[in-house]
T-cell receptor
């Protein structure tokens, strides 16, 4: 079975540009999570969806960040406009159930560099 | 609020020896899960092992075992017979049953020496 798929794997962009990260969760998983990993702050949960509905976006740092999940097999995380401090690895993860103790399966991550 | 503490920034272990990576947690939730993930230098996050707060026995997955001491709020990862490929960053994480967030510790870098 395919795991969580993320694209692109690497993104280099200039400050002020729009960046869109994409995620395809594991088929049948109904919970999707976006994380950001930096050296300074470690792994942080940005936003979480259950059944395509955003449940908790308290980790989204600013209004420049937005996330959507138009259907069960696709989600996007958008940064507009991007800033150098957004440089990080962004992970998407999925799990089969939100209220339960199932493990989350992570995608390979997108390494974002904003110059 | 939930909190995970990993006090060992880095660890060395000789190949074929066992190593314990420490993890303590804090939560007021009666039901929760504890997880360990491995992040090799390539960057992906690999799920290793899971322990539920009501599980009576310590979890095991191959060479990985979780030493769960509920009263002490610790969930240490034990890797037996270390291999060079075990060199990686290891994260402890927890999630409450009725919460949505997977809270991660700061991680421990493990280096296996030949």
């Amino acid at each position: 079975d395919a795991g969580v798929i993320q694209s692109p794997r690497h993104e280099v962009t200039e400050m002020g540009q729009e960046v869109t990260l994409r995620c395809k969760p594991i088929s049948g998983h109904n919970s999707l999570f976006w994380y950001r990993q930096t050296m300074m702050r470690g792994l942080e949960l940005l936003i979480y969806f259950n059944n395509n509905v955003p449940i908790d976006d308290s980790g989204m740092p600013e209004d420049r960040f937005s996330a959507k999940m138009p259907n069960a097999s696709f989600s996007t995380l958008k940064i507009q406009p991007s800033e150098p401090r957004d440089s990080a690895v962004y992970f998407c993860a999925s799990s089969p159930w939100d209220r339960g103790l199932y493990e989350q399966y992570f995608g390979p991550g997108t390494r974002l560099t904003v110059t | 609020a939930q909190k995970i503490t990993q006090t060992q920034p880095g660890m060395f272990v000789q190949e074929k020896e066992a190593v314990t990576l420490d993890c303590t947690y804090d939560t007021s939730d009666p039901s929760y899960g504890l997880f360990w993930y491995k992040q090799p230098s390539s960057g992906e996050m690999i799920f290793l092992i899971y322990q539920g707060s009501y599980d009576q026995q310590n979890a095991t997955e191959g060479r990985y075992s979780l030493n769960f001491q509920k009263a002490r709020k610790s969930a240490n990862l034990v890797i037996s017979a270390s291999q060079l490929g075990d060199s990686a960053m290891y994260f402890c994480a927890m999630r409450a049953e009725y919460g949505n967030k997977l809270v991660f510790g700061a991680g421990t870098i493990l280096r296996v020496k030949s």
